[in-house]
């Protein structure tokens, strides 16, 4: 079965500290993305990447870069955290295909900036 | 640019009862649409699909939709609704391209009462 992982589930940082959350998906799926889920907000995407090596920008960047060192990695990093920064964030992997397959969601991580 | 609207932030409902929740979506080009449901605490899971063809798609736990061309729509319907289908349900839409970018509607908390 097709399947995200993400680590760590839950994480309490400092704010300007640096924070990296990472996802590996066997799925074998050539895009990864990072999405944060808010109230109000539904789920909005940060950062995705079409395959190792490439990362491209999302609808709310700012704050964030990604790193896609293999198929199966694909991290999240705040260089700086700040409180608006704490949320529920989900990392999922997908591909178009022939049936245009859709995206399998990790479990989510929960972080927190004080 | 693409956006998901579901109009509706909270659905209360008799268990029994049917439910359909709306969801319009705005798209220049044809659309490729979903559903996902968010558990309690839990990461999204995949509904259904609509791609091409048949404009009433039937996915898992029951649910179905109908994708409306002629009022940009995707509802999403179940009879009879159960109380464990309680949750949150969000509407998306799939930009074109290769890069799968899935826009999320804000969601719809759905409360079924035994």
């Known amino acids: 079965e097709a399947a995200v992982t993400q680590s760590p589930r839950n994480k309490v940082a400092v704010t300007g500290g640096k ?14 993305y990072w999405y944060r889920q808010d109230t109000g907000h539904g789920l909005r995407l940060i950062h995705y990447s079409y395959g190792a090596g490439s990362t491209e920008k999302g609808d709310i960047p700012d704050g964030y870069k990604a790193s896609r060192p293999s198929q199966e990695n694909f991290s999240l990093i705040l260089e700086l955290a700040t409180p608006s920064q704490t949320s529920v964030y989900f990392c999922a992997s997908g591909d178009l295909g ?3 397959v859709e995206q399998y969601f990790g479990p989510g991580t929960r972080l927190t900036v004080l | 640019a693409q956006s998901v609207d579901q109009p509706d932030a909270h659905v209360t409902l008799s268990e029994g009862a049917s439910l359909e929740l709306r969801c319009s979506y705005s798209y220049s080009a044809a659309p490729y649409l979903f559903w996902y449901v968010q558990y ?13 063809g048949d404009t009433v798609v039937k996915g898992t736990k029951g649910f179905e939709a109908e994708f409306r061309k002629s009022n940009s729509s995707f509802n999403l319907k179940k009879s009879p609704a ?3 289908d309680s949750a949150k349900y969000f ?3 799939v930009s074109g391209g290769s890069n799968y ?4 509607g804000k969601g719809t908390l759905l409360t079924v009462t035994p």
């Open chain 1, 19 to 32: 924070v990296t959350l990472s996802c590996n998906q066997t799925n074998n799926h050539n895009n990864m």
């Open chain 1, 98 to 100: 022939g049936r245009f």
């Open chain 2, 40 to 52: 309690p605490g839990q990461s999204l899971q995949f509904l259904l699909k609509y791609i091409t």
């Open chain 2, 82 to 84: 159960h109380w464990s």
């Open chain 2, 91 to 93: 509407c998306a839409l």
């Open chain 2, 101 to 104: 970018k899935l826009t999320f």
